[in-house]
């Protein structure tokens, strides 16, 4: 009997920690789960984005964390976290921000319900994501390291708080820190500075600033090595700035979880292709039935077409879905996304497995020397474009 029961415990030992987990769901045990596999270059021009599919979320809850992993980030760098609907942030803060090593999005009840309806696009310019994860909330562990007295932010930036040394005595690489605020009004931003007033890097130069405050993590030595010049005990170590908001309080966030790399449920990032001579795209682009997909192209491959030069768009259907009728749009890469024929109402193809091809007038050229070219639609997967001069 003895040996029977220690049988059973030892099976439930063993067993127990996957059965509270479940699939995609949360865990006791500390884990930062992949939910997408790169790589996905995000090129110039705010052009590229990847969807993240809305399954990675359905037993998320509000605290938990969303880390992309990247690199190849230029100096001017930035991120997004849009909602397909809108093309928005899915909150101010995610609209638009610097790119300097991982970044990371707080989930929140609102962000939530967005992001399970709908996913979310990671988009912005001039980096590649290599793989995004999960984390949850309780895995992030923060401590209080300034109190104030709280500091509000004026308009014209002139305003700062002073953080002594003794504040980030146990900061390592890899840390977040983490700006309470309070008052935060729209287009608040903050700043973060050495002892000399210099900017800890490009990245801390205007952070958003939600109504959760926002977080700064430390992705590398050299802005460590800046707070560390200060000195020790009461030396002022960082100033922090911006405007918009009241500065109440400072925290350092560490990471106490383990990464798990069970990729059996991660999203794979669509293959990359090499451009050839002549190709605008080369990829696979889904443009979902929800309208939610699009594609743009910037101004400089067109700078030497001519009239009665020919785009030809090559796709793939998706599976039939009723009450759909898979059809694509060319539109400005501006404002309105105005039709690029110049119409008041979008000219829309028809799709039947057969490539599409567009060919410029006097009116479209001027449109795609200008501002660019968007191309949208819904119900195929966008495979190859290509830029054909007249002969």
């Not at 995609?24 to 993240?52: C, F, H, M, Q, V």
């Not at 443009?287 to 400089?300: H, I, K, M, V, Y």
Request: net charge negative.
């Amino acid at each position: 009997m003895r040996r029977i029961f220690l049988t059973v415990l030892l099976c439930i030992s063993i067993l127990l920690p996957s059965l509270l987990g479940g699939v995609g769901g949360g865990s006791l045990y500390a884990t930062e789960r992949t939910i997408l596999l790169g790589p996905k270059t995000i090129g110039k021009g705010w052009r590229d984005n990847i969807l993240l599919e809305g399954r990675h979320f359905m037993t998320a809850k509000a605290g938990d964390v969303v880390t992309v992993y990247n690199d190849e980030a230029r100096r001017t760098a930035q991120g997004a976290f849009q909602d397909p609907k809108d093309w928005q942030g899915v909150a101010p803060e995610y609209g638009c921000f610097n790119v300097a090593g991982p970044f990371r999005m707080v989930l929140t009840d609102d962000i939530i319900n967005k992001v399970r309806e709908r996913g979310v696009y990671i988009g912005g310019h001039d980096y590649r994501i290599l793989r995004v994860t999960l984390t949850d909330g309780a895995d992030f562990q923060e401590t209080i390291v300034w109190r104030g007295p709280s500091k509000q932010m004026k308009p014209d930036w002139s305003a700062s708080a002073e953080l002594p040394a003794s504040s980030f005595t146990t900061l390592r690489e890899g840390d977040g820190l983490h700006l309470h605020c309070s008052r935060v009004e729209e287009g608040a931003a903050a700043k973060l500075m050495d002892f000399t007033w210099n900017v800890l890097e490009p990245a801390t130069d205007g952070i958003p600033v939600g109504q959760n405050g926002c977080t700064y993590y430390v992705n590398d030595r050299a802005p460590l090595l800046k707070l560390q010049l200060a000195g020790t005990g009461s030396n002022v170590a960082m100033r922090i700035g911006g405007k918009g908001y009241r500065l109440d309080k400072v925290g350092i966030i560490q990471f106490t979880g383990e990464r798990s790399e069970d990729l059996t449920h991660a999203q794979r990032a669509p293959r990359e292709y090499t451009l050839q001579p002549g190709e605008l795209f080369h990829g696979e682009k889904v443009f979902p039935n929800d309208w939610s997909g699009n594609q743009r192209l910037t101004a400089e491959p067109f700078q030497e077409c001519t009239e009665n030069d020919v785009l030809i768009v090559h796709y793939e259907l998706l599976p039939r879905q009723d009450g759909v009728t898979p059809q694509m749009s060319f539109r400005e890469n501006k404002g309105k996304w105005l039709d690029i024929t110049g119409s008041q109402e979008p000219v829309w193809y028809p799709l039947d497995g057969n490539d599409v091809v567009l060919t410029f007038d006097e009116a479209s050229l001027d449109k795609v020397k200008t501002s660019g070219l968007v191309v949208t639609g819904l119900g195929f997967t966008l495979t190859r474009i290509e830029l054909i001069t007249a002969q």
